[in-house]
């Protein structure tokens, strides 16, 4: 029997970083997957097969023995053997249509689709369990995650997000058209919020006034939202990425790309941890295709998405 499940990649459209400090985020959940399959096989191992690479151990190897950005698999498939008493191993297969470590919840979106295709094997689990064991997983490699891309991962869509109160969606006329475009410059996510926490800890008065204005932005922002005003969305993620410049996650390949975007685009910014990773640009769907053209003339990589409304999806 095979279990598989896809869950999709995510954008932050406003709040990254601030959110791992109480301030609401807004996010959405693109469409671009990751596939996941998952089936028994005789051996008492854990196998795990992905676009970046393998990692197949005994069942009983200690997590902390494992240095793979697999481990949240083996994470899953362990616990999952393990809680059931299950006698043989698991293979698990990963198909992603999502860049890995440039910001677009490919690592979140893994351990959904994971969860999820892997507890289907043993029983059947309903979303907000699978949600529970996706952040579990997550925290192998990212232990101070907000939590909050593993539940756009899940739900789809557009949705608010903040630490105490969770998630809640929010309802859209229509959907967005954005261009992300990838610097190719990989980052650690673990290790860009370890440098914003050393950022805050040195100036913990600015960064509690960055803060304030970034809960106000958002909140301008679920406004606009309600209204669909593209234009004012827009220059809230100027402002949005001035903050970021701030704190110290761009850099001069970013700031370019943005610079270049935002001569077609009603706004554009970082979306995630900055570092290096992707920008991403609000655009006019009428205009995609020559945005498109516009952006790859100057050799960058990069694609269309839009607001991808399923979440997880298992078959
Ligand atoms: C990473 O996609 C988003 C951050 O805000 C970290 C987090 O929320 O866990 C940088």
Same mark, same amino acid.
């Given at each position: 029997m095979k279990s598989k499940a896809s869950a999709p990649g995510k954008i932050i459209?406003?709040?990254?970083?601030?959110?791992?400090?109480?301030?609401?985020?807004?996010?959405?959940?693109?469409?671009?997957?990751?596939?996941?399959? &998952?089936?028994?096989?005789?051996?008492?191992?854990?196998?795990?097969?992905?676009?970046?690479?393998?990692?197949?151990?005994?069942?009983?190897?200690?997590?902390a023995k494992i240095e793979s950005p697999l481990k949240p698999f083996f994470y899953l498939a362990q616990k999952m053997i393990k809680k059931h008493n299950h006698k043989s191993g698991i293979k698990v297969s990963v198909e992603s249509e999502i860049p890995s470590g440039v910001g677009l919840g490919s690592s979140s979106a893994s351990?959904?689709?994971?969860?999820?295709?892997?507890?289907?094997?043993?029983?059947?689990?309903?979303?907000?369990?699978?949600?529970?064991?996706?952040?579990?997983?997550?925290?192998?490699?990212?232990?101070?995650?907000?939590?909050?891309?593993?539940?756009?991962?899940?739900?789809?869509?557009?949705?608010?997000?903040?630490?105490?109160?969770?998630? &809640?969606?929010?309802?859209?006329?229509?959907?967005?058209?954005?261009?992300?475009?990838? &610097?190719?410059?990989?980052? &650690?996510?673990d290790s860009i919020v370890s440098n914003v926490q050393e950022f805050k800890k040195n100036n913990e008065i600015k960064f509690s006034e960055l803060c304030k204005k970034e809960s106000e932005l958002v909140n301008d922002v679920l406004r606009f939202l309600k209204n669909n005003d593209l234009k004012e969305l827009g220059e809230k993620m100027q402002e949005n990425q001035q903050f970021l410049e701030t704190i110290g996650v761009s850099?001069?390949?970013?700031?370019?790309?943005?610079?270049?975007?935002?001569?077609?685009?009603?706004?554009a910014k970082i979306t995630g941890a900055g570092g290096g990773g992707c920008i991403i640009a609000l655009v006019e769907e009428s205009n995609l295709k020559s945005n498109l053209y516009e952006m790859k003339e100057k050799n960058l990589e990069c694609f269309s998405a839009k607001i991808d409304f399923k979440g997880l999806n298992t078959f």
């Open positions: 459209l406003f709040g990254e970083h601030f959110v791992v400090y109480g301030v609401k985020a807004i996010l959405c959940a693109i469409d671009k997957r990751i596939t996941v399959t &998952s089936e028994f096989i005789p051996e008492e191992r854990i196998s795990i097969k992905s676009n970046i690479g393998k990692l197949e151990l005994p069942i009983n190897t200690p997590l351990c959904v689709a994971g969860a999820a295709s892997i507890s289907k094997l043993f029983e059947e689990v309903g979303n907000e369990k699978i949600l529970e064991l996706s952040i579990e997983a997550e925290k192998t490699i990212f232990e101070n995650t907000s939590g909050a891309d593993c539940t756009v991962c899940t739900f789809g869509g557009l949705m608010q997000y903040d630490r105490k109160n969770g998630f &809640s969606k929010i309802d859209l006329e229509s959907n967005f058209h954005f261009i992300i475009a990838n &610097s190719k410059i990989e980052h &650690s996510t850099n001069e390949k970013l700031r370019d790309m943005i610079k270049l975007a935002e001569k077609f685009s009603f706004g």
